[in-house]
């Protein structure tokens, strides 16, 4: 497989992840269990936010990169850093959400944690062989 299509379907498994992620989390919710969070019921905006950028925009971003027909390597370099931030991104939040009285968890977090580690040696790897 092309190194830049490789690179496209880990990130696409990244945003796939962040999605099973969360709907790993309301999944009780349909055999009757609550799983509302106990605060006042107002969402902070910078929190909607701050997941909008993690989940989707970041991701988005790095394809684009990978996407453009550019003869540089910043935005090869733009990939990888980002890359790099997801992979340890996934490892500190899965090292705060398990252990989990969801047992969905077990499965999705660990993979992200596989994926993004992927993502980022490939990544900086696909920077690396450019300037061989």
Request: net charge positive.
């Amino acid at each position: 497989m092309e190194k830049k299509t490789k690179i496209i379907v880990l990130w696409l498994l990244t945003i796939c992840g962040f999605a099973s992620h969360s709907i790993t989390d309301i999944l009780p919710m349909f055999w009757g269990k609550n799983v509302a969070v106990a605060t006042d019921g107002v969402v902070p905006d910078g929190m909607i936010a701050f997941m909008m950028l993690l989940s989707f925009f970041l991701p988005a971003c790095a394809i684009l990169c990978l996407l453009a027909d550019a003869k540089g390597k910043a935005l090869k370099w733009v990939n990888a850093v980002l890359a790099g931030f997801i992979a340890l991104f996934n490892i500190a939040h899965s090292c705060m959400e398990l252990p989990s009285d969801n047992a969905g968890q077990y499965l999705v977090l660990p993979m992200m944690v596989i994926i993004g580690l992927c993502l980022a040696y490939h990544s900086f790897r696909y920077v690396r062989l450019e300037k061989q």
